[in-house]
């Protein structure tokens, strides 16, 4: 299975199977796909791949003789017309051993901010306002560590709601969890995600010791972040919490942070949001498409595709230009690993969700993921009995790429590993549909994140 297409003038040519990229010209370009269309059809012979080819393109024998050369020596070579050689292991896969190695900690059931596109609905997550207690979150980390089986590395995310309205319950936790490391054998990486009203120096100091990453809430220019990131009283929270955030991205050297946005149909220019924060001096960025109710305002809609395709090639034009001069940052939709990235078990069923991943909340109720909480059909245990709905795991583990229909024929499915669980869920009632809007913007990205590959490489040769 291949893939083609143009962008920024490179003529790239992706092999699905292997994961190989090809920057081709035009003549190898047009070929290619005649070549894998007659070899699907049992055409073998060069002398008529490259007749047929010539005949089709009106262009000379000679011409077309060595491009279909060069493209047999990459098939040979195993990097292009590969097969799929993880179907067939697609059972054994399913049947692997259990092993939880995340935990995203509801921390608080509240927010000091009323943000418009909240999925948690100012924290509440469809239920009522709570913080978890010292004792639950203790059980949680126990759990972790029970249900962890040899690995030794465990992630850990303070998550809300507002994790700071429980700060004194965190820093415990974070004691809790070092204590368990040696005694274990495990190791425990930290996170924290917050919107930065109640971060203050104590916080921080507290974060670069113990915390592997923070992430920081912001939605890019003044007046979209305050727009849709208001307090309660409807005042923003721009002011309040840029100046912070620098201070967070300078101590940490730029490195092990991210400043996190949302763009909704209000700024469908989020290219300039992008561009806002990287102004700003922050060097980590993710800026997402939200997820929304489709009665909402602000939801994405279909018709607003292709807007948002042409903003995402803009971004990776204006991304290839700063890093050219010195002056790039990260985007994290831009951020591709074309000679290793993920493992395979990543690249068929994603983020692990309702398997290696689990939610918990204050109360110690365990969830696929924080998109699924309050869902009660979701409810899949809690921390003192663990997991009780083994079938609710047990279909989250059969959740990959050759389950979901859509996917099979996706050039992009390796690198999506079929999108995330609860967009599939909330658009087509089941965890195996798909999103279609998140599938036509996953696949622009990944398409943009190649071709940014392309012209750095190129840059490099120049130099």
């Not at 051993?97 to 000091?112: M, Q």
């Not at 204006?318 to 010195?326: D, F, H, S, V, W």
């Not at 996953?442 to 590959?453: H, Y």
Request: charged share 30%; proline share 2%; glycine share 8%.
């Amino acid at each position: 299975m291949i893939h083609r297409y143009i962008n920024n003038g490179y003529h790239i040519v992706l092999d699905v199977n292997s994961g190989s990229v090809h920057v081709v010209d035009e003549l190898a370009y047009d070929v290619i796909p005649i070549v894998e269309k007659l070899l699907a059809q049992k055409v073998e012979g060069k002398e008529q791949i490259v007749e047929a080819a010539a005949q089709q393109l009106s262009r000379k024998y000679s011409e077309v003789e060595e491009t279909v050369e060069e493209i047999f020596s990459l098939k040979e070579e195993g990097v292009l017309f590969t097969e799929d050689i993880y179907e067939k292991y697609i059972d054994s896969f399913k049947n692997r051993e259990t092993v939880v190695k995340a935990l995203c900690l509801h921390i608080a059931h509240d927010c000091n901010l009323a943000c418009k596109y909240c999925f948690a609905g100012e924290g509440e997550y469809h239920g009522h306002r709570a913080l978890m207690s010292l004792d639950v979150g203790k059980k949680a980390l126990d759990f972790l560590v029970q249900n962890s089986g040899n690995r030794v590395n465990l992630e850990v995310d303070f998550f809300g709601g507002e994790p700071l309205m429980n700060w004194q319950v965190v820093k415990d936790l974070v004691a809790y969890g070092r204590s368990l490391e040696e005694p274990h054998h495990k190791k425990f990486r930290f996170t924290l995600t917050t919107n930065g009203v109640l971060l203050d120096d104590e916080v921080l100091a507290f974060a670069n010791k113990e915390m592997s990453n923070v992430v920081l809430s912001i939605d890019g220019r003044k007046e979209i972040h305050d727009l849709m990131r208001p307090h309660r009283g409807g005042q923003g929270s721009y002011d309040e919490v840029v100046p912070k955030y620098k201070k967070v991205a300078e101590s940490r050297k730029q490195m092990d942070y991210y400043v996190r946005g949302t763009f909704t149909r209000n700024n469908l220019d989020f290219a300039e949001d992008v561009k806002h924060l990287a102004d700003e001096g922050f060097e980590q960025i993710s800026v997402e498409p939200v997820v929304a109710r489709p009665e909402e305002a602000y939801a994405l809609r279909m018709e607003d595709v292709p807007a948002i395709l042409r903003e995402y090639d803009e971004l990776a034009l204006e991304y290839i230009r700063r890093k050219k001069a010195g002056k790039g940052f990260n985007f994290f939709h831009f951020m591709i690993n074309l000679e290793g990235g993920p493992c395979v078990a990543k690249r068929l069923s994603g983020c692990g969700s309702g398997t290696e991943y689990l939610a918990v909340t204050p109360w110690g109720d365990l969830y696929p993921c924080h998109q699924f909480v309050g869902q009660e059909e979701f409810l899949m245990g809690n921390v003192e009995e663990g997991i009780v709905r083994t079938d609710i795991r047990d279909k989250f583990k059969a959740c990959n790429v050759y389950a979901k229909d859509q996917c099979r024929d996706c050039f992009a499915k390796f690198y999506c590993s079929g999108g995330c669980a609860a967009n599939a869920y909330n658009n087509s009632g089941d965890i195996n549909g798909s999103y279609e809007l998140g599938c036509e913007l996953q696949r622009k990205r990944v398409e943009c994140a190649i071709m940014i590959k392309a012209a750095l490489a190129d840059e490099e040769k120049e130099s």
